[in-house]
């Protein structure tokens, strides 16, 4: 029997899914006042009679208290009678195999009853009142459901059962490839989703005219997973030729020669003092903390997946990083989440969007709901972020994830020893996500959804929970040797890392399976969520075996690490892959690659003067990237473990924007971690060489504005780039790479950890049918981790007091190029902003020692906008009044026009409140640094800001508040 | 002997931690147990005082948020609850832990015919928030609150509305003193009983009567939707840095009561 189970809020109860559809049918101009009912439904199959279904109806499925439900079976009328005599019914469903975590639960739910249905399904249903057909499918395909992961049926469901899949019957695969010419063999690459190129094509194909054989499907899967962008890293690791105005460079392996030597270097100089633990080796980066804990810390894009489903692209992304941490040294507790977004602006009309693509209001709103729901319920504060909004992000939004992780400093590594079981943990494995790895080193067409539909996913964060739960517990027990989340790539890249030393032999036969049909190369390289791969000893799996039974975890024997240096693969009593390990991960032919670099001419930038720039202010508070994120910070749980001490949103009524977040990661210790972050892809056009030392700069500044200390202070870089086959995207990357080395070298800030992802470009087809790409800015995201050993010596950016001083720390130069407001004006050109390491380096190091010598009390980075737009943030933040004199402002030789020192954003600067008595004191502590008075705090709501005796901006806060909230509160 | 505490975790509890954290800096013993164990062995309970079901999203909070451990604590654990509630013991549910209360018939018992007395459902806003709001106690029941006139918590939840079954019952809690802990103005005056609806945000998710949380007509088993264990330390204030907020976090308060409640 298939039972549908109807679920309606009650009469007099909000119905507020139906509140939203008619809200958003109405945004699209689909109908100006839609009538509309919305109910979730279960279908639930099984020998349940009718008293059975009405009861788990009205015990588990609905709350009596507020809604009432519609149990009969599928086809039945009373299912299909209006309720409000609306006129057209949806259906939306999941698409088979698509992760539906609720009806996951709701089956073990329904179990608790002493029943025993076969299959649960969920559903939402949607009575509309009149609309033509072409109305209502796009109000199907804009609103009510993604067809990514969902089917939409119009009308009665008619539907026999539920159960899909059909057992699966073995049968070996192999692909010819010896013989085939190169047109032959990209075409294998492209047609199979392998995305290798012609020389890795070749390389392979001699390999297996050696071995004097074809390979298997999946022993060419395996190695077009292991020799991915994705996974290895190759254009960046691999040789490049670079060239810019100063000549050339040669890289043997760029990554490893800049950002990875800089780290070394500081290691090196650091001598025994060197807190760097584990850096570029394990899934995160790991430095000390303190005397019983390391930290870790990773950050990762999720972009294409996002670009298609943006809930799921994001829901995996956090996922996915918590993994990384959980699976680093022998398993680091997720302490928070950091993520940082880049969209095309909301308000783009629904006419300029590209096909194939979803609107950028529906791709925010999805992708914060993803990370929301992921992060929230693994129960990790999530306390750090930005957004960053470009028309050319419409195609290909970038969905950036960072977790940090706190791990005891003997469990920081991991050693798989030879004879140890193959052990995987937690989810089932089913076909999602297959061709991931591959996948996101392709480009994004308006056909990807078609094409890689599989490759999207819906995350469930408590079987991730759940596994997290248990592994800390076995870490704890040491009841396994290594550990390794299954990321992209799923088994074959976590077995694959994991043996690479040794070998492995793995019995695909007994994978967990969602679903019967997957074929072996299915299992091997399905990118299931959830999942993590022990290497297990005999002696201590029934401990292992034990512990997750008694919390409901599945952990499986999949295979054996054994001493062979061979990959083999087996199915039942079939070999189907038998790789060397050396091949697998040293075969890959080095990618060979010219760059270039052309730094374009520095066109100056024409500021007509005015008397007053109020309204430039104004416009740059509106500015999306700067206008407040309160509505997403707020749905994020950001403090949930108990240790929040500077959280994302400060000030007299809790909504100013913090510089950076600060938490107590073990309660009983004052120590805290800071975390912050700097990126700016407006700079990238003018040098991505100041776009990066900039990015750098801004995430430390952030981290030293609540009073970090800044000789311990660890980075990351995201590299998020175009298509690097081109010479010149790939020549701005490495330029922004040499910045990475030179800024944290002069710093002494090492990179601990990194990754890249390129290709994210859209291509379509316009209305004559010719080929429009749309290329990403170049988008380096810098992610810091800074600490301080004593939390109550932290600081806030609002501003605390009438009457105390107010100081700029830094110079300010003429660096209008790529500002706000130059945005804001329409300008074009000036200089980029720049860093004087050396300079920076000192400020930093000066600004720390007065912030734990308690004598600021407010402090705030100079960033977008400038000192205007920092100082006015600092006033509405605090509700305390500000008077500035300009002509007071630090700067070098010729600065004098008042746009310049209002609105530049040149690095390393911030404004400081100073209490009147510690005036001196202050100026003591800073002495030697740029550094001057230039104003104090007043009890009036007002900020002005005065030039040559004349006020240049004067408002009153109120209105700057709300022109900076108003844009994003949605 | 200070009294054991029991903190109940399930699949998706997420605030055990320092939630156990809180108790113990108040005094308390705590012991974090599986739902699994306690499904095995009922009787596990009797060990200890103070039975605290912590913040999370217990099985997602799929279907419903608290509906399935709640369910599984009616089919499973009534009887074993019971005895714990009638031994003169203190139970104790922090926002998921309160929805699993409520849906579990343990905090407001059910009508044989007209079913559970209340429940709590998506905030009117129709969205999860984190944001922090005045609380103020609304009379003498809860043990929980002995002597606590006024609060600063944060909450964090998107099924945080209460919604009585009907007027008559949110009516006879009110009277019977059970709607102890309500929101209120941000800056209303400690005890001030706010009997106009308070608006959003202050109270977070549009409850009618503005409740926070309820106990039961003992006063021993008590629910609330803000976190008083992530305001126990002084940096726990959002404005910490202004001067605001005492030594101790206001949170800490709840936490002692339960402890020096056996303390006698």
């Known amino acids: ?970 | 002997m200070p009294p054991r505490v029991l903190i109940l975790r399930a699949p998706g509890t997420n605030c055990d931690q320092e939630t156990a954290y809180a108790f113990e800096v108040a005094g308390g013993r705590t012991q974090s147990v599986h739902v699994n164990r306690l499904l095995e062995n009922p009787r596990l309970a009797d060990e200890f005082q103070i039975l605290c079901l912590p913040g999370g999203f217990s099985y997602g909070d799929d279907i419903a948020a608290g509906r399935i451990l709640g369910n599984q604590i009616r089919h499973h654990l009534a009887d074993a609850m019971q005895s714990f509630k009638a031994a003169g013991k203190l139970i104790l549910g922090i926002c998921n832990g309160f929805q699993i209360l409520i849906k579990s018939g343990l905090l407001l018992e059910d009508d044989p015919v007209s079913g559970p007395a209340a429940t709590l459902v998506w905030n009117a806003s129709g969205k999860f928030e984190d944001r922090w709001v005045r609380l103020n106690t609304a009379s003498s029941k809860s043990v929980f609150l002995a002597g606590v006139e006024t609060m600063y918590l944060p909450v964090a939840h998107a099924e945080g509305k209460f919604v009585a079954r009907d007027e008559a019952t949110l009516a006879a809690l009110d009277t019977g003193g059970q709607l102890a802990l309500r929101y209120a103005p941000l800056d209303a005056s400690p005890g001030a009983r706010a009997d106009a609806d308070v608006p959003y945000p202050a109270n977070p998710n549009g409850s009618p009567r503005n409740v926070a949380g309820v106990c039961d007509a003992t006063g021993r088993v008590f629910g609330l939707m803000p976190h008083p264990e992530r305001h126990i330390d002084r940096t726990h204030h959002p404005r910490w840095t202004r001067g605001e907020g005492g030594d101790v976090g206001d949170g800490l308060k709840l936490f002692q009561n339960s402890v020096a409640y056996f303390a006698t």
């Open chain 1, 1 to 970: 029997m298939l039972w549908e189970v109807d679920i309606y809020a009650a009469e007099g109860q909000a119905d507020l899914a139906a509140g939203r559809i008619r809200g958003d049918a109405a945004d699209l101009g689909l109908a100006a006042n839609l009538a509309v009912r919305a109910a979730s439904g279960f279908l639930v199959e099984g020998p349940l009679d009718e008293t059975a279904a009405r009861m788990i109806a009205d015990e588990l499925l609905a709350d009596r208290v507020v809604e009432r439900a519609v149990v009969a079976p599928v086809g039945d009328e009373r299912l299909t009678m209006p309720p409000g005599g609306e006129k057209r019914l949806v259906h939306v469903l999941m698409k088979p195999g698509v992760m539906d975590p609720v009806a996951q639960s709701a089956l073990g739910a329904i179990a608790d009853f002493g029943l025993r249905p076969d299959a649960v399904r969920t559903l939402r249903k949607y009575w509309l009142g009149e609309l033509p057909d072409d109305k209502l499918k796009l109000l199907c395909q804009k609103v009510l459901a993604n067809d990514a992961i969902e089917q939409v049926i119009v009308g009665p469901l008619r539907l026999e059962r539920l159960e899909f899949g059909s057992p699966y019957k073995f049968a070996l695969v192999t692909t010819p490839i010896r013989d085939l010419d190169d047109d032959g063999l990209m075409r294998l690459s492209r047609e199979g989703q392998l995305y290798l190129k012609i020389t890795e094509m070749r390389t392979i194909a001699a390999h297996f005219r050696e071995l004097s054989r074809e390979p298997t499907d999946v022993e060419l899967e395996t190695i077009a997973q292991t020799w991915s962008e994705h996974c290895s890293h190759k254009t960046l690791a691999g040789r490049i030729a670079y060239r810019d105005e100063r000549g050339e460079r040669r890289f043997d392996n760029m990554l490893k020669e800049t950002i990875f030597a800089a780290t070394q270097e500081i290691r090196r100089r650091l001598g025994d003092d060197d807190w760097c633990v584990s850096v570029f080796k394990d899934n995160a980066g790991v430095v000390r903390f303190d005397e019983q804990h390391n930290i870790a810390f990773k950050v990762e894009t999720h972009n294409h997946p996002s670009a298609i489903e943006p809930y799921g692209g994001a829901n995996t992304g956090i996922g996915g990083v918590i993994r990384d941490t959980l699976g680093t040294g022998m398993g680091a507790k997720p302490i928070c989440n950091t993520d940082v977004f880049c969209f095309a602006p909301p308000d783009t009309p629904a006419d300029a969007i590209p096909p194939g693509t979803l609107h950028p209001r529906r791709v925010v709103k999805g992708v914060v709901a993803g990370v929301r729901d992921y992060g929230n319920r693994m129960g990790i504060p999530t306390v750090n972020g930005a957004i960053y909004f470009d028309p050319r992000y419409v195609g290909n939004p970038l969905v950036y994830c960072g977790n940090v992780g706190l791990i005891p400093r003997d469990k920081s590594f991991k050693k798989t020893i030879p004879g140890d079981l193959i052990v995987a943990l937690g989810g089932r494995t089913g076909r999602d996500g297959i061709h991931g790895a591959t996948f996101s080193s392709a480009e994004l067409t308006s056909e990807s959804e078609t094409v890689s539909g599989g490759a999207v996913q819906i995350g469930n964060a408590i079987t991730e929970k759940m596994v997290l739960d248990v592994l800390l517990a076995a870490r704890d027990r040491e009841l396994f040797t290594a550990v390794t989340d299954c990321g992209a790539g799923g088994f074959s890249s976590a077995v694959g890392e994991m043996g690479a030393e040794i070998g492995a032999e793995v019995w695909l036969d007994r994978v967990p399976l969602k679903y019967d049909g997957l074929s072996y190369t299915e299992m091997w390289i399905s990118e299931a969520q959830e999942r993590m791969v022990l290497s297990v000893s005999e002696d201590t799996w029934p401990q292992l075996e034990a512990l997750c039974a008694s919390e409901g975890v599945e952990a499986t024997i999949l295979g054996r690490f054994v001493p062979t240096g061979r990959l083999v693969l087996k199915y039942g009593e079939h070999q189907v892959a038998d790789l060397s390990m050396e091949f697998l991960h040293d075969g890959r032919p080095p990618t060979v690659r010219d760059a270039v670099y052309t730094p374009p001419p520095v066109v100056p930038l024409n500021v007509v003067p005015r008397a007053d720039y109020t309204d430039a202010l104004v416009k740059i508070l509106s500015s999306l990237n700067v206008a407040s994120k309160e509505w997403v910070i707020r749905q994020y749980d950001h403090e949930v473990q108990g240790g929040s001490v500077v959280k994302p949103l400060v000030g007299v009524v809790n909504d100013g924007p913090s510089d950076a977040a600060v938490l107590r990661p073990a309660l009983s210790s004052r120590r805290g971690v800071v975390v912050s972050c700097g990126m700016n892809p407006r700079y990238g056009e003018f040098d991505t060489y100041h776009m990066a030392a900039s990015a750098i700069d801004e995430a430390v500044r952030n981290c030293v504005a609540v009073g970090a200390d800044p000789s311990r202070i660890a980075i990351l870089d995201n590299f998020c780039w175009g298509d690097c086959d081109r010479s010149e995207t790939l020549g701005s990357l490495v330029r922004a790479a040499i910045a990475c080395q030179d800024i944290a070298l002069a710093f002494g800030t090492p990179f601990i950890s990194g990754k890249d992802s390129l290709n994210n470009e859209f291509s379509y087809l316009d209305d004559r049918g010719a080929k429009q790409t749309i290329a990403i800015p170049p988008s380096l995201l810098i992610s810091a981790m800074g600490q301080v050993d004593d939390v109550g010596r932290c600081v806030t950016m609002d501003l605390k007091r009438p009457g105390s001083v107010l100081y700029q720390i830094g110079e300010t130069r003429d660096e209008l190029g790529g500002s706000h407001f130059a945005l804001v004006e329409g300008l074009s050109g000036g200089q980029v902003p720049t860093v004087d390491a050396e300079k920076a380096r000192a400020t930093f190091a000066a600004l720390y020692e007065a912030i734990h010598a308690g004598l600021v009390l407010a402090c705030h980075d100079l960033s977008e906008g400038g000192l205007a737009a920092a100082v006015a943030e600092m006033a509405f933040a605090g509700g305390i009044g500000v008077h500035v004199n300009l002509d007071n402002v630090p700067r070098v030789a010729n600065v004098d026009a008042v746009a310049a020192l209002l609105f530049s954003e040149s690095n390393s600067r911030f404004v400081v409140e100073v209490a009147s008595d510690n005036a001196a004191r202050f100026e003591a502590a800073l002495a030697g640094n740029p550094l001057a008075r230039i104003g104090e705090t007043t009890s009036e709501q007002r900020l002005t800001v005065a030039a040559s005796g004349k006020n240049a901006i004067k408002s009153e806060l109120p209105h700057l508040k709300e022109a900076w909230q108003q844009p994003l509160r949605w």
